[in-house]
């Protein structure tokens, strides 16, 4: 065993017993390389990445490749979830020399932690173009003993040069109506309106756009956004990017079809998708959104949630195909031979239902289950008896590996998720769960200084400081709890995670953020970075937090850091608004409002009140917050100074500092959130 074996990640500890002699990235690990004056190998993977197995296996299990680094090289083993950014820093000098970057990340430093040379995945022996790892090795080896000047000034401009990407944000205004109008322009622009969602393969799944897609409709009343946001809802939920039997999505989509996905299935992409397909639902009352959600909210509650009452981050893309060999994505697909093994004579039926073929539509004519669009209707009492005995055959299969660290953030996207999706469709148990993860960060991730751990794992919270994306997306999640449940003591903790992004990530002259705190441990630069990759931007979420608590307590601090953070979606907004989109959707919560909507009865079992408070919940006003409870309460800002009416329950709807009439009708209610 090596240093790893004390790590918390799963990720480190799967390396934990190779021949190469790993470090954690740790001070020490530095030191060490300045003792032996050795150069740094920094490998950044993460759990369900499937190059980052193929590639352990292949050379950090080989005895002779973990020979030959532990003779010259500090090898440092880094997991991305844990540590963001480190992996952000690397990964922007590895884009910035390449072109391109991904998983695992191999990169080459000095002692000093100055990157020289990169790559991301190393084959054993050299292919397709590529150099073998030992190569690689051999070639880093000769520079860093013959040319130690070239590779100092190397490692010196591509230091300079990160520092000269700083982002140049002055203050500038909130996108307003134009800039909105842009987007959606630039976003139509890149449409795939034959197949859903934007661009080519791999395809990923928009969440952000399909919420700054909804929030337009709403507010502008714009057709082509809905359309858009539902048809690539549609496409995703018919295609294999969809669990067919067990419900979640996969990372990616490899085509552009949405048919063969990218197996693994993370928390966040399942949290943001069951909000986004809610969210639809609550717009259009699509029915196929109300199962997709429904179906993803228990997926994650069933497969992600962990004994401690958090969520897990992942599951793998491989897992053992039966006969020992982990296969990518062995628990998932199925031959029409397999079909007929489990069904029988309903074995056709399934195979026209989910698109199950001779020659396959994955690998070894093996198919992706899929709901492909075709004539005629099918029996739905007996779809549902193959879907149970499928599901009940595939539990039988050896299960995909489970990352089971809790990450802050995700959990905290998460708990929205769970919370909206369980008020919106009368289930108690998944506001539950929300709860319980909430309960989980407050207890375990939450410190006595309001500081957040970014991990935990089996009960221990992890060593790594909370970047600004766990205060934002926490943030996010405990609003919602406060608007589902009533209880203002999740207002309070939102309100202590967003001052210490005011104080510690905020720059005080320009207002920009930065994903790591003021007091946080130096990198070779602070990393800084406003646009959307698989989950919103720690910038955005931040601001879209910010926005909420301030339209819960009218705190003008915390208005005027959302609308100065907002400043560079003005900038981005139209030019790249794929990647902003969740900036763009926080833009049109703040030129609606957002809307502050108090919900006073006489108890909160009073079935008046309730009836009011869904209804307020249900309301497609962007980012509309809602209070709810008695009027004497003062777990709620908007609460105060809110009567009964006529003794009965009543909403009190109020933006930019006007208030409606209150009103007992529902109706009412309803209108003047959707006009």
């Known amino acids: 065993m090596n240093r790893l074996a004390h790590e918390t990640s799963p990720y480190l500890l799967q390396h934990a017993d190779n021949p190469v002699d790993w470090w954690p990235w740790s001070a020490e690990a530095f030191d060490r390389a300045r003792e032996t004056n050795r150069p740094v190998l920094l490998s950044v993977g993460y759990s369900s990445c499937h190059w980052c197995h193929v590639m352990a296996h292949e050379s950090f299990e080989d005895q002779a490749t973990a020979e030959y680094l532990n003779e010259h090289f500090v090898s440092v083993k880094v997991d991305r979830e844990e540590r963001p950014d480190v992996d952000a820093v690397y990964m922007e000098a590895v884009q910035a020399a390449t072109g391109q970057g991904g998983w695992p990340m191999t990169v080459f430093l000095t002692p000093d932690a100055e990157p020289f040379y990169f790559g991301t995945y190393f084959p054993p022996a050299p292919r397709h173009g590529m150099p073998s790892f030992r190569q690689v090795l051999e070639g880093v080896r000769a520079a860093w003993t013959d040319r130690r000047d070239e590779v100092a000034e190397v490692a010196g401009k591509i230091v300079h040069d990160l520092a000269?990407?700083?982002?140049?944000?002055?203050?500038?205004?909130?996108?307003?109506?134009?800039?909105?109008?842009?987007?959606?322009?630039?976003?139509?622009?890149?449409?795939?309106?034959?197949?859903?969602?934007?661009?080519?393969?791999?395809?990923?799944?928009?969440?952000?756009?399909?919420?700054?897609?909804?929030?337009?409709?709403?507010?502008?009343?714009?057709?082509?956004?809905?359309?858009?946001?539902?048809?690539?809802?549609?496409?995703?939920?018919?295609?294999?990017?969809?669990?067919?039997?067990?419900?979640?999505?996969?990372?990616?989509?490899?085509?552009?079809?949405?048919i063969v996905p990218h197996f693994e299935k993370m928390l966040y992409d399942n949290a943001l998708l069951c909000r986004a397909y809610a969210h639809l639902w609550r717009a259009t009352g699509s029915e196929l959104a109300r199962r997709v959600a429904l179906e993803?909210?228990?997926?994650?509650?069933?497969?992600?949630?962990?004994?401690?009452?958090?969520?897990?981050?992942?599951?793998?893309?491989?897992?053992?195909?039966?006969?020992?060999?982990?296969?990518?994505?062995?628990?998932?697909?199925?031959?029409?031979?397999?079909?007929?093994?489990?069904?029988?004579?309903?074995?056709?039926?399934?195979?026209?239902?989910?698109?199950?073929?001779?020659?396959?539509?994955?690998?070894?004519?093996?198919?992706?289950?899929?709901?492909?669009?075709?004539?005629?209707?099918?029996?739905?009492?007996?779809?549902e008896s193959v879907k149970r005995r499928l599901l009940a055959e595939r539990a039988q299969r050896p299960a995909p590996g489970r990352d089971d660290k809790v990450v802050a953030a995700w959990n905290g996207l998460a708990v929205a998720a769970l919370a909206e999706t369980g008020a919106y469709f009368d289930r108690p148990d998944l506001v539950e769960a929300a709860v319980g993860a909430a309960d989980l960060l407050v207890r375990l991730h939450l410190d006595d200084h309001a500081r957040l751990a970014r991990t935990s794992r089996d009960g221990r919270a992890g060593a790594n400081a909370g970047v600004l994306e766990d205060y934002g997306d926490v943030a996010e999640g405990f609003l919602a709890l406060a608007s589902v449940t009533g209880e203002g003591v999740w207002l309070e903790f939102a309100g202590l995670l967003l001052d210490h992004v005011l104080v510690r990530f905020a720059d005080p002259e320009t207002g920009a953020l930065y994903d790591t705190a003021s007091d946080a441990e130096r990198l070779i630069r602070r990393p800084q970075d406003p646009t959307d990759n698989a989950t919103p931007s720690g910038w955005t979420a931040a601001a879209g937090a910010l926005l909420g608590y301030a339209a819960h307590t009218g705190s003008e601090p915390h208005r005027t850091a959302a609308e100065r953070a907002l400043g560079v979606v003005r900038t981005l907004g139209p030019r790249v608004p794929r990647f902003v989109g969740w900036g763009l959707a926080v833009a049109e919560a703040l030129l609606d409002g957002p809307r502050e909507v108090a919900i006073v009865g006489p108890d909160q079992r009073d079935s008046r009140t309730a009836v009011l408070h869904r209804t307020a919940l249900l309301g497609v006003a962007p980012g509309a917050v809602v209070a709810m409870g008695t009027p004497e309460s003062d777990e709620f800002p908007l609460l105060a100074g809110r009567p009964l009416v006529g003794g009965e329950a009543a909403a009190y709807v109020c933006r930019n500092f006007t208030c409606d009439a209150p009103t007992t009708d529902p109706e009412r209610l309803k209108t003047a959130l959707s006009s």
């Open 296 to 383: 993803t909210a228990d997926f994650m509650v069933r497969e992600l949630r962990t004994d401690e009452g958090g969520f897990a981050s992942a599951l793998d893309a491989d897992s053992d195909d039966g006969t020992g060999k982990h296969v990518e994505g062995a628990y998932y697909v199925w031959t029409p031979a397999q079909l007929g093994e489990v069904l029988g004579a309903d074995a056709d039926l399934a195979a026209q239902y989910f698109g199950v073929t001779e020659a396959g539509t994955f690998e070894h004519g093996q198919s992706v289950l899929q709901l492909p669009q075709q004539e005629g209707v099918f029996d739905a009492e007996k779809v």
């Open 164 to 258: 000269e990407r700083e982002i140049g944000h002055q203050g500038a205004q909130p996108p307003g109506e134009q800039e909105l109008a842009q987007a959606l322009l630039g976003l139509t622009r890149e449409y795939d309106a034959q197949r859903g969602g934007f661009g080519g393969a791999p395809k990923f799944p928009p969440s952000m756009v399909i919420e700054f897609l909804l929030r337009h409709h709403a507010r502008t009343g714009s057709e082509g956004a809905l359309q858009m946001a539902a048809d690539t809802c549609e496409r995703m939920a018919r295609g294999g990017l969809y669990d067919q039997l067990g419900g979640g999505f996969a990372r990616y989509s490899v085509d552009r079809d949405w």
